[in-house]
Nanobody, 114 residues
Framework: QVQLVESGGGLVQAGGSLRLSCAVS????????MAWYRQVPGKQRELVAT???????YYVESVKGRFAISRDNAKNTVYLQMTSLKPEDTAVYYC????????WGQGTQVTITS
């Protein structure tokens, strides 16, 4: 059974930083490009960043230069280092495989105050 467990969210002021972690079951992690997504209530879940098995990364324009995705293959864990946070980054953050993801964890809430 695929498991995704996100953690590390919280409430921070604009300009602050957070580091999100996602523990992934080995069967999903080992051969997949992984990604972070986020969702605001009433809106569709959106892609934030991806990382391939060889650590090639991609970021959507709105987070480029502020967020950094990484993976620890020994720990089956994906990270998202977020800096210079803005109120518009407020969302529930999820990790998953990319481009197709068939199951979601509980997510982790990130709230940025101005």
């Amino acid at each position: 059974q695929v498991q995704l467990v996100e953690s590390g969210g919280g409430l921070v002021q604009a300009g602050g930083s957070l580091r999100l972690s996602c523990a992934v079951s080995a069967i999903l992690f080992s051969a997949k490009t992984m990604a972070w997504y986020r969702q605001v209530p009433g809106k569709q879940r959106e892609l934030v960043a991806t990382i391939t098995t060889t650590s090639v990364t991609y970021y959507v324009e709105s987070v480029k230069g502020r967020f950094a995705i990484s993976r620890d293959n020994a720990k089956n864990t994906v990270y998202l280092q977020m800096t210079s946070l803005k109120p518009e980054d407020t969302a529930v953050y999820y990790c998953g495989s990319f481009p197709m993801n068939t199951g979601w964890g509980q997510g982790t809430q990130v709230t940025i105050t101005s």
